[in-house]
């Protein structure tokens, strides 16, 4: 069984540079998170999707980032503009019901951004 | 609210020798607890999860974990340290929908 796929893996831009990031889940995986690990923590989640709705969005910074799962498939993450606070790992995880049903999230390799 | 405290940022062990590694949690829910490491650039993966049943939980590659309600302990162990052991860990509380994750213990394994 196919992991969770992201991309790029790493990324370097200005501050106030635009960047995404793009997630796909494991097949049928009906939940998808985002989580940001800043360096030396432990990740924190942004944003949860199930299907193509948003069931948890208290933690995303709305002012600069946005996510959208449009077909209940991947998804993407934006920031725009960029700080530097924004350097860290962005983890996407999926599970396979809906929030809350006790699924083990799987998490993809994250995106590693640096932020100059 | 829920929370987890990982009392070690760092632990350094020799291969051989047995892992403990400890985390403290509070929850105002009946809670589910997991432990994930982290190898470099690769992602996290899980090793076992406390879902309400058998307070010791199994995990892989030898690692398990005792749920004790009356200390709010969720520690991590291993009898034998393996050089590939050498990863960060992350204790992980779930209550509801929301994972909140523990800060870390990084552990090096010495030959």
């Known amino acids: 069984e196919a992991g969770v796929a992201q991309s790029p893996r790493y990324k370097i831009i200005e501050k106030r540079q635009s960047v995404a990031f793009w997630c796909n889940p494991i097949?049928?995986?009906?939940?998808l998170y985002w989580y940001q690990q800043i360096l030396g923590q432990g990740p924190k989640l942004l944003i949860q999707?199930?299907?193509?709705?948003?069931?948890?969005d208290s933690q995303l910074p709305k002012d600069r980032f946005s996510a959208e799962r449009l077909k209940g498939v991947d998804s993407t993450l934006k920031i725009q503009p960029a700080k530097l606070e924004d350097s860290a790992v962005y983890l996407c995880?999926?599970?396979?019901?809906?929030?809350?049903?006790?699924?083990?999230?799987?998490f993809g390799p994250g995106t590693r951004l640096l932020v100059l | 609210a829920q929370s987890v405290t990982q009392l070690d940022s760092h632990v350094s062990v020799s291969e051989g020798t047995p892992v403990l590694l400890r985390c403290n949690y509070s929850s105002s829910y009946s809670p589910s607890l997991f432990w994930y490491v982290q190898h470099p650039n690769k992602g996290l993966q899980l090793l076992l999860k406390?879902?309400?049943?058998?307070?010791l939980v199994k995990g892989i590659n030898g690692f398990e974990a005792e749920f004790k309600k009356s200390e709010t302990s969720f520690h991590l162990t291993k009898p034998s340290a393996h050089m590939s052991d050498a990863a960060e860990y992350f204790c992980?509380?779930?209550?509801?929908?929301?994972?909140?994750f523990g800060g870390g213990t990084r552990v090096l394994v010495k030959p």
């Open positions: 999707f199930q299907n193509n709705g948003v069931v948890d």
């Open positions: 097949s049928g995986h009906a939940t």
């Open positions: 992980v509380v779930r209550a509801g929908n929301k994972l909140t």
């Open positions: 995880a999926s599970s396979l019901g809906a929030p809350g049903q006790g699924e083990t999230q799987y």
């Open positions: 406390y879902t309400s049943a058998a307070t």
